[in-house]
């Protein structure tokens, strides 16, 4: 398809540079199939189900968080073992289960009781990846939002933070430590593009690796209006979610990780009922405010949340994978420690059940933006 690109030589030598600097901001694992990045961690998964006897373990490092937070839990169930030092830390979050045309008004209501003005962000309760959040500017956006959701499912709904930067944070914690540990830190770089002065956000999304994944999976949609052309140098945000399967990159920042960030993360963790392993999804104003332990937390993940520093560019395999084994290995052996002081695992039929309907849910959620 013709954007409306220069077709001389010389615009294409530059295209080819373009993309040469592209290819190399894309991370290895990214570039490696999905199937095949999938067996080293499988096979460990394996084997340290055999060490330990159970293919699920890691479930039970969160008893109170459905299979432990591994997969088909929702997001609210995080908030309901908050206590009040974590909530305060915590978004400003409403409810809703979609109940037809009048889950809309049912949500408005809602809203005003919390206190919360549009723009809002909205999205499922139980989801992955960003799938399905989208952010909404007005009544008539919430109102379509869940006209095109699952009925009967839930909806969450929060405050949208203006706040530029958003990171995620790693913790872990044995049952027998007194504290726990930050064991990664994630840096997200949100899908944009940058205008010339020449073609629209469209067309330079056309150009760029990680742009042109936006949409491409059918569940999701550019946030902003991809037929204006931007000033020569301006930064376009094209998406809400940073997700890599819409453009957006992860940074391991790791070795930035502060005292105070680390404390800040434990007291907060140590403030939920029973939590040991996950990751703070978070959003904060300047860099230096994250370090300081200052943020505010959007979302919790457990013991299923990705070890995406890994997908850092700049990392090589050898290193990515050594981050993805070494969370493995740290899940199993808090999973075995909660199992010594009486939890049992979920059973790997309840595990796939969970899986299968989440998995179908995501295919039904209106596309994110």
Not at 35 to 50: C, E, G, H, T, Y
Not at 121 to 143: H, M, N, S, T
Not at 341 to 365: D, E, F
Request: charged share 20%; with cysteine; proline share 5%.
């Amino acid at each position: 398809m013709n954007h409306g690109l220069p077709q001389n030589p010389a615009a294409g030598v530059k295209r080819d540079l373009r993309h040469a600097q592209i290819v190399r901001s894309v991370g290895r694992l990214e570039r490696l199939p999905k199937w095949l990045n999938l067996v080293p961690i499988v096979l460990q998964w394996v084997a340290l189900s055999l060490r330990y006897r159970s293919i699920t373990l890691p479930s039970c490092a969160n008893p109170f968080i459905t299979a432990g937070g591994l997969v088909g839990e929702g997001k609210m169930e995080y908030l309901d073992i908050m206590g009040a030092r974590a909530r305060q830390a915590t978004v400003t979050t409403v409810c809703v289960t979609a109940t037809g045309a009048g889950a809309a008004g049912e949500a408005q209501e809602a809203l005003a009781r919390a206190g919360l003005t549009y723009p809002i962000v909205a999205k499922p309760d139980l989801g992955w990846c960003g799938f399905g959040v989208r952010r909404i500017e007005d009544r008539a956006a919430l109102q379509r939002y869940f006209a095109a959701f699952p009925p009967g499912e839930r909806v969450v709904l929060q405050q949208w933070l203006p706040d530029a930067g958003e990171a995620g944070l790693f913790y872990m914690r044995s049952p027998d430590q007194a504290k726990g540990q930050l064991t990664g830190l994630l840096l997200r770089h949100f899908p944009r593009v940058t205008g010339d002065g020449l073609h629209t956000v469209e067309q330079l999304m056309a150009t760029d690796l990680r742009a042109r994944r936006l949409g491409r999976d059918g569940a999701s949609e550019p946030c902003c209006d991809v037929n204006r052309v931007p000033a020569r140098g301006e930064v376009v945000r094209i998406a809400t979610v940073g997700s890599t399967r819409v453009g957006g990159r992860y940074e391991n920042a790791s070795r930035l990780v502060t005292p105070e960030l680390a404390a800040a993360v434990d007291a907060i963790a140590r403030d939920m009922k029973s939590f040991h392993a996950g990751r703070f999804d978070v959003k904060y104003a300047q860099l230096d405010d994250l370090l300081a332990g200052r943020f505010t937390i959007i979302e919790v993940n457990g013991a299923g949340s990705e070890a995406v520093h890994a997908w850092d560019a700049a990392l090589t395999l050898r290193q990515a994978y050594r981050i993805i084994f070494a969370k493995q290995r740290q899940l199993f052996a808090i999973g075995h420690a909660m199992r010594q002081c009486g939890h049992r695992p979920v059973g790997w039929r309840a595990l796939l059940r969970h899986q299968r309907r989440q998995q179908a849910l995501i295919s039904r959620y209106p596309p994110s933006n």
